[in-house]
Each structure stands twice: as C-alpha cells, then as structure tokens.
C-alpha cells in the first residue's frame, strides 16, 4: 500500500517570504498523481497543484510550485511571495494511474502540515 | 457549474441514532469519493463510486457505514446505530479527470 509521509506538522512563513513544504511517498508503481491540496478553517479542500509522475518538468500554478523528485519519492511544494491568505492545512497526496483492483483510485494523504503566514 | 455540495454543514445526534449525509457532486463527473476526517488527522478513505460499475467499498470502517449513489449523480452515506467514535467531518468529492473536487463537508458529532 502507498504511504504519504509529510514531517513537518507545522510551519510559519514572513508574509512576502517563501516557504517549502516537504513531502515523501513510497509506491512501487512507475505511473500515478501527486497533489497539495490547501484546507482553510472553512474545512474546504482546494486543489493547488497536481503532477503527473511521467512528466519530468515541475509543475507551477502562479506562485505555487513543486520539485518532484521520482527517484527520490520526494514532491515539495513552494509557496513564493507568501500571502496572509495562505495560511491554511495542506495535504500531500497520492493516487495511482493504474487499476490493480480495490482502492486503486483513492487518494491517499499525509498527515498534513499547518501553514502559519506572520504578517 | 456549481461546486460539490454536501448537507447537512453540521449534524448532531445521540449515540446510537442513524444518520444521514448527502452529497451532491459537480454535474457530469463520473466519479465520487466519500473521506473522512478526525479531528486534527489527514483524510481517510471510505467508499468510491465510478459510473455504474460496483463501488469499492474498502475503505469502510464497519457495516454501520453504508453509501449509495442514485442515478450515477447524488449520493448519500449512512451511519447506523452512531457511535462517539464517529465523530469527524465527513468530506465527499468528485472527479472527471483525476483531480478530485471537495465539498465543505458535514461535521457530525455524536453525543
């Protein structure tokens, strides 16, 4: 089974400052998604970022991007020029590309890391 | 279109009463995806449907927990004879291409 492990249970950011987020994985398979997905206190999950794991350019969504490492099992998401309203819980996650029978297609998550952004 | 919209927001009920959640995904995603979340923990999988074939129920605690999904679209998740363990915010999803898209989720506390 796939595991997400996110070590970092808490972090704070300088508003305007950058901040990564790590994020490790362990699977055997070759193809599958990565996510960071963001929960403000309104309990909502708002995608972020995804990756496909057969592409080898990170992916960036304005001020958010990723550096996957496939070798590594490793997918840290930078927040650049931080914002008060990205203080928020995100989640790592992983989902696989093929159907190997029950629960293929779920997403698995860590546990989560808290973002505290200082003005 | 509108976003994924789930109800009740909050649901309170007495140990061992049967409760209710619904979810109404976003219009033409085949798939849904029923999460739960404890306080202060990451997302825990539940029940996933896709079209119409059969739902990959694994994730399901016990048979107190139940879901359907009617007409490929609104599902309801059901959790008979509550316990205090159950407790948490039950999140739905659904998906067209992978990316899945959340509701606000139901909080449900059972006293």
């Known amino acids: 089974a796939q595991t997400v492990t996110q070590s970092q249970p808490e972090m704070s950011v300088q508003e305007a400052e950058t901040v990564t987020l790590s994020c490790t994985y362990d699977t055997s398979e070759s193809d599958y998604y990565l996510f960071w997905y963001k929960q403000p206190p309104s309990r909502q999950m708002i995608l972020v970022i995804r990756?496909?794991?057969?592409?080898?350019q990170n992916a960036t969504e304005n001020r958010f991007s990723v550096n996957f490492q496939k070798a590594a099992k490793s997918f840290s998401l930078k927040i650049s020029d931080s914002q008060l309203g990205d203080a928020a819980m995100y989640f790592c996650?992983?989902?696989?590309?093929?159907?190997?029978?029950?629960?293929?297609?779920?997403?698995?998550f860590g546990k989560g890391t808290k973002l505290s952004v200082i003005p | 279109g509108a976003g994924v919209s789930q109800s009740p927001s909050n649901k309170v009920t007495e140990k061992g009463k049967d409760v209710e959640l619904r979810c109404d995904p976003i219009s033409g995603h085949t798939a849904l995806y029923w999460y739960r979340q404890s306080l202060g923990q990451g997302l825990e999988f539940l029940i996933y449907f896709q079209g119409n074939s059969a739902p990959d129920k694994s994730g399901l605690p016990s048979d107190r927990f139940s879901a359907e999904r009617t007409g490929g679209s609104v599902s309801t998740l059901t959790i008979q004879r509550t316990q205090q363990e159950d407790s948490a915010v039950y999140l739905c999803?659904?998906?067209?291409?992978?990316?899945?898209?959340f509701g606000n989720g139901t909080r449900l506390t059972v006293t």
């Open positions: 999803a659904s998906s067209l291409t992978g990316s899945l898209h």
């Open positions: 996650a992983y989902r696989s590309a093929v159907n190997s029978g029950a629960g293929s297609y779920q997403l698995t």
């Open positions: 990756q496909e794991a057969y592409k080898q």
